[in-house]
């Protein structure tokens, strides 16, 4: 008989030893993928001590073997960046509780894959831009994960969703989907089909750029959301890089460009009216200036160069994504209303339009901060 979560997460604790007795679990946070929960430990000193205990997802990541390496690895290379430089490593990094057979994660015995971190206390995270202050300090953050992992040797990491930023191969997954039209839903959108196929070229710029050499190869987030940043209750210091399982090899421009499509558009990504969707200018330049402020001589000239490709291109792959979803039949991505995938390749495409029609400030920033 299939034993039930709770079960399950008993035998998980049951594999580690958190130093005190365990008094609660209970479920946490707004992620979507991974079922996450706090557990509340009451310590012989008596104070309380939280974990975070996770469930990975295995028919997203379905390898979580090569999953925890990666993590296990940048973050172990973190703690050795900053305590180097005097900095607080139970704060600044994620830190992984081995099991007591000293494993990165426990298999239970329904094959589902555990993990724990130790919980950073004293910390928030954003859901949207607030201010400009708290999309600096986000900036800031995801720089300075550039900079600490900057001679990270990329190409040991593992692959964990394959082809996650190819933007070719999501142009020719989107191609696939409108030539098999399964649900008859193509001619509804014969727009924003032209305007994909109007930018096929610029889905293969960054691609070339890095297979002929002229972009480095990076260990990249992926995933650059705001609320994949804990901020510091007291400061309003972003401090800790989290939801690592997206972290392999990839273009620090897509990090770049991913943190830009989702907090420089003020509004919600599934906006019906496209014409309350725009593009902040002024956000870009709060961002570009805190992400390659902390940064630093990490990025090449080049890199530096073709930020703004990062911002459109993460926008149009997006859009492309929340498109070619639809036309399947809304498989992938969680909708709680019909249309609303196109309703978000929609706004995603306007953003798109609004950075073609402001290029050249674009880049003009860029330079502006890249000295």
């Given at each position: 008989?299939?034993?039930?979560?709770?079960?399950?997460?008993?035998?998980?604790?049951?594999?580690?030893?958190?130093?005190?007795?365990?008094?609660?679990?209970?479920?946490?946070?707004?992620?979507?993928?991974?079922?996450?929960?706090?557990?509340?430990?009451?310590?012989?000193?008596?104070?309380?001590?939280?974990?975070?205990?996770?469930?990975?997802?295995?028919?997203?990541?379905?390898?979580?073997?090569?999953?925890?390496?990666?993590?296990?690895?940048?973050?172990?290379?973190?703690?050795?960046?900053?305590?180097?430089?005097?900095?607080?490593?139970?704060?600044?990094?994620?830190?992984?509780?081995?099991?007591?057979?000293?494993?990165?994660?426990?298999?239970?015995?329904?094959?589902?894959?555990?993990?724990?971190?130790?919980?950073?206390?004293?910390?928030?995270?954003?859901?949207?831009?607030?201010?400009?202050?708290?999309?600096?300090?986000?900036?800031?953050?995801?720089?300075?994960?550039?900079?600490?992992?900057?001679?990270?040797?990329?190409?040991?990491?593992?692959?964990?969703?394959?082809?996650?930023?190819?933007?070719?191969?999501?142009?020719?997954?989107?191609?696939?989907?409108?030539?098999?039209?399964?649900?008859?839903?193509?001619?509804?959108?014969?727009?924003?089909?032209?305007?994909?196929?109007?930018?096929?070229?610029?889905?293969?710029?960054?691609?070339?750029?890095?297979?002929?050499?002229?972009?480095?190869?990076?260990?990249?987030?992926?995933?650059?959301?705001?609320?994949?940043?804990?901020?510091?209750?007291?400061?309003?210091?972003?401090?800790?890089?989290?939801?690592?399982?997206?972290?392999?090899?990839?273009?620090?421009?897509?990090?770049?460009g991913d943190s830009i499509r989702f907090g420089a558009n003020n509004c919600a990504e599934d906006e019906p009216d496209t014409a309350k969707v725009s593009f902040s200018l002024p956000l870009f330049e709060t961002f570009t200036k805190g992400f390659l402020n902390a940064a630093g001589d990490a990025l090449t000239k080049v890199e530096k160069e073709y930020l703004p490709w990062g911002a459109k291109l993460m926008t149009l792959e997006c859009g492309m994504r929340f498109l070619t979803d639809y036309l399947e039949g809304d498989h992938y991505f969680r909708i709680h209303r019909d249309g609303q995938n196109v309703d978000r390749c929609r706004t995603q495409f306007k953003l798109v339009q609004d950075m073609e029609t402001n290029w050249q400030q674009l880049?003009?920033?860029?330079?502006?901060?890249?000295?």
């Amino acid at each position: 008989m299939k034993s039930t979560t709770d079960e399950m997460i008993q035998e998980t604790l049951a594999a580690y030893d958190f130093g005190g007795q365990i008094v609660g679990t209970v479920r946490y946070g707004e992620g979507h993928i991974n079922d996450t929960f706090c557990v509340y430990t009451q310590q012989p000193d008596g104070d309380c001590k939280r974990f975070i205990l996770q469930r990975i997802n295995t028919d997203t990541f379905n390898n979580p073997r090569q999953l925890m390496e990666n993590i296990s690895g940048v973050t172990t290379y973190l703690r050795s960046h900053i305590q180097q430089n005097g900095g607080d490593t139970l704060r600044e990094t994620l830190n992984v509780l081995p099991t007591k057979e000293g494993a990165a994660y426990y298999t239970d015995t329904q094959t589902g894959a555990w993990r724990v971190y130790l919980f950073v206390e004293g910390t928030v995270c954003l859901q949207k831009v607030e201010n400009e202050a708290d999309f600096y300090t986000v900036a800031q953050t995801f720089g300075n994960f550039q900079n600490m992992l900057a001679d990270y040797p990329a190409d040991t990491l593992h692959e964990t969703i394959a082809a996650f930023h190819d933007t070719p191969n999501r142009y020719e997954n989107f191609e696939k989907a409108v030539q098999a039209d399964v649900l008859g839903r193509a001619k509804g959108v014969q727009a924003e089909i032209d305007f994909v196929r109007a930018r096929k070229a610029d889905c293969r710029v960054l691609k070339d750029l890095l297979q002929t050499g002229k972009l480095p190869l990076r260990v990249t987030h992926n995933d650059t959301k705001l609320n994949n940043v804990l901020i510091d209750k007291t400061t309003g210091k972003g401090i800790c890089v989290i939801d690592l399982d997206t972290v392999m090899p990839g273009l620090s421009l897509h990090d770049f460009g991913d943190s830009i499509r989702f907090g420089a558009n003020n509004c919600a990504e599934d906006e019906p009216d496209t014409a309350k969707v725009s593009f902040s200018l002024p956000l870009f330049e709060t961002f570009t200036k805190g992400f390659l402020n902390a940064a630093g001589d990490a990025l090449t000239k080049v890199e530096k160069e073709y930020l703004p490709w990062g911002a459109k291109l993460m926008t149009l792959e997006c859009g492309m994504r929340f498109l070619t979803d639809y036309l399947e039949g809304d498989h992938y991505f969680r909708i709680h209303r019909d249309g609303q995938n196109v309703d978000r390749c929609r706004t995603q495409f306007k953003l798109v339009q609004d950075m073609e029609t402001n290029w050249q400030q674009l880049n003009d920033i860029i330079k502006k901060y890249s000295c």
